[in-house]
């Protein structure tokens, strides 16, 4: 009966060890496919001078702006170093946009553009959900920039229908990739989000 007992917790446990080590593959499979796709993108990201409904509504007109200009600079666009060259090329004439928007509105906030590389947390745009990370990214800076964010993908040019001839999602992304991005991994996707968290803390530490 001892010897029944113990096989029978050293087989439990060894289903158990089992299905960690398959557990622990599949998310180190998910973590890479995750890692890989900000480097396949890049962002739009506007920052509101504050929260107050009048800086929150001056956000979203810039944002329209901004979308118009985008629209065509992205026609032909088949690569992120191409999309990175061409905002890059723009950057004067959105940063005016921008704040011609700005003036328009009756504000006199400063606007600053600039392409930076930063952290996103996991979000959903529409049905794609992008894993955290650090991506590149057009941020556009209204006044303080101490006000809720609003953000899209430029590339490939989700939020940027008019954009003729430019890459898709599907153009841009692996098989696996497109898995991720369109999956239902809500569990997988905060493990992967703390992970990056927690290297973010290691490399500044």
Known sequence: ?????????????CVLFGLFCAVLFSMLGFTAQCESIPGEVL????????????DQTLKLRVRDRLLEENGSLMDGVTTR???????QDALPQLCEAAQDEVLAAGY???????LVEMYFPTRQYDNV???????????????EGAGHNWWCVLFPALCLPAAQDSASLDDVLSSGELD????DYEVKFKAVELYEQFRGWVENW
């Open 1 to 13: 009966m001892e010897w029944e007992a113990f096989s029978m917790k050293l087989w439990e446990k």
């Open 81 to 87: 170093e191409e999309a990175i060259q061409a905002v």
């Open 180 to 183: 991720v991005v369109q999956g």
């Open 129 to 143: 959900t992008l894993p955290a990370g650090r991506y590149q990214a057009l941020r556009v800076t209204i006044g």
């Open 108 to 114: 006199s906030y400063p606007v600053q553009a600039e």
């Open 43 to 54: 962002r739009l990201h506007i920052l509101a001078n504050s929260d107050s409904d009048a």
